[in-house]
């Protein structure tokens, strides 16, 4: 058993959908934004790849494609086969004659070039005919956005100065094991999976929600090709446009509903037939890679509010309580004014957040990212010695690792030690060793096999 923390496991795009059945894979590549979505996120390697054969219907010999790149992309270009072959891009097929050669999946083909050059059925999400008169400008649909994800991580940190979020959100962030409740309590708790998930960045964090109610989709009877198709027209959409609701069936009216709940969409009313994408869904097949600078926040020097000087002292120029909980995460608060607060990162307070999960590289990434304008002045924005030394306390913590394991000892002879040392060795079963008093320790889980070699070492007349 290690110390060491483990980090919140967020898939990217492409990570996700290898975890889905084969079925289900082919019938998402009937959506042809799902098509171009997985084509944008591909390596660049890759997309030059199916850009070559998307006009050839017939198999390609492995020979010809790997001549494509020179000796030394060797490494790489197995890589991208892997990859192509897990997202069933493509798959091997044998030619005539006994040739190895690779095909394109043909449903891929087909509604990645309708989606790539036109034609065919409409794909797109289509906006209305009429104006809206009560439309939505780009400011306020951010700070609908901000708004609605600000109230899931305002119950997260347990600030009641929002409004409560619905059933929906709850079991997610339950499901998650972002939140729990705890034994005789109906309460729910953060988890320490949870506050790593406060650190994450706005993109990384909606992707990560949805990913986790996408997993609950069958159980809500919603069908996750659909699901998963509506958002990757939702990425292709316009900022500030409005969509119509005409063409859609009860399971994604059901679905926009939990959308608009969570903030990738504003609706006025369901009767209205119309709604708009927030910037939120706009980059969400690109899952957690997309930094700040294209989330809600739009840039980090224009949004941040965070201080760091030398001494440790910390100054949050802000007033929402929701920021001022984050800080708490990791800092000792010292003074609170009406649009300031004051810190200070001491090893006591970094240790508590290395208790509740919260890793190092998380807390001198958001003090990065939150960084005053004023900070971009005189790079860095964070002085290297305070990252260092939040470093070297994370590390304090983890200096050992702890294994289960089998003591030996009190052997007759230095000959049965070394025996037994280097039969341990050779297998990997060795934890520790030493010469002095003849003593070491193997694995748990190896321990009958070295056992049951002693036994056998002992009935030989070695003793």
């Not at 390596?43 to 070559?52: A, D, G, H, N, V």
Request: hydrophobic share 40%.
């Amino acid at each position: 058993m290690s110390v060491q923390q483990r980090t919140l496991d967020c898939k990217d795009l492409h990570s996700y959908l290898k975890t889905l059945p084969a079925a289900v894979l082919d019938r998402l590549y009937n959506h042809p934004a799902t098509c171009l979505a997985v084509f944008r996120e591909l390596p660049e390697l890759s997309r030059i790849y199916i850009m070559r054969i998307l006009f050839v219907d017939q198999a390609v010999p492995k020979a010809i494609m790997g001549s494509w790149v020179s000796p030394n992309s060797a490494r790489e270009l197995e890589d991208i086969v892997k990859l192509l072959t897990e997202l069933r891009v493509w798959q091997e097929v044998e030619m005539q004659g006994g040739l190895k050669g690779w095909l394109l999946n043909p449903t891929f083909r087909r509604n990645l070039k309708g989606a790539l050059l036109g034609g065919g059925n409409e794909w797109s999400m289509k906006p209305n005919t009429d104006a809206d008169p009560k439309a939505r400008g780009i400011a306020v649909l951010d700070e609908y956005a901000m708004g609605r994800w600000e109230c899931v991580l305002h119950f997260m940190v347990g600030s009641h100065q929002h409004e409560a979020i619905s059933s929906d959100a709850l079991q997610i962030l339950q499901h998650a094991g972002l939140m729990k409740k705890e034994p005789g309590d109906n309460q729910l708790s953060i988890t320490k999976d949870g506050f790593q998930f406060l650190l994450m960045d706005t993109s990384a964090q909606v992707w990560y929600f949805l990913l986790q109610y996408l997993d609950t989709a069958n159980s809500r009877n919603l069908d996750l090709i659909d699901c998963l198709g509506f958002l990757f027209q939702l990425s292709f959409s316009t900022l500030g446009q409005d969509y119509s609701t005409d063409s859609m069936n009860d399971g994604l009216q059901k679905f926009l509903q939990h959308l608009r709940e969570f903030g990738l969409v504003y609706q006025r009313k369901r009767k209205d037939g119309r709604f708009y994408p927030t910037r939120l869904a706009l980059d969400i097949a690109a899952g957690p890679k997309k930094s700040m600078l294209n989330s809600l926040n739009a840039s980090s020097q224009a949004t941040g509010y965070i201080v760091v000087e030398t001494n440790y002292r910390v100054y949050a120029y802000t007033d929402s309580s929701l920021q001022v909980a984050l800080i708490a995460l990791f800092c000792e608060l010292i003074y609170r004014f009406p649009n300031l607060v004051v810190g200070i990162i001491t090893r006591e307070s970094v240790r508590e957040a290395l208790k509740r999960g919260i890793t190092a590289d998380q807390i001198v990434s958001f003090l990065r990212q939150h960084a005053h304008s004023e900070c971009y002045k005189e790079p860095p924005v964070l002085p290297s010695t305070i990252a260092d030394q939040i470093k070297l306390w994370a590390i304090e913590r983890d200096r050992f690792l702890y294994k289960d394991g089998v003591l030996y000892n009190q052997f007759d002879s230095q000959a049965d030690f070394e025996i037994l040392r280097n039969y341990a060795q050779e297998r990997g079963l060795l934890v520790w060793h030493t010469l002095n008093g003849r003593k070491m320790v193997v694995t748990k889980e190896g321990h009958d096999e070295v056992r049951k070699f002693w036994k056998r070492h002992s009935r030989n007349g070695s003793m």
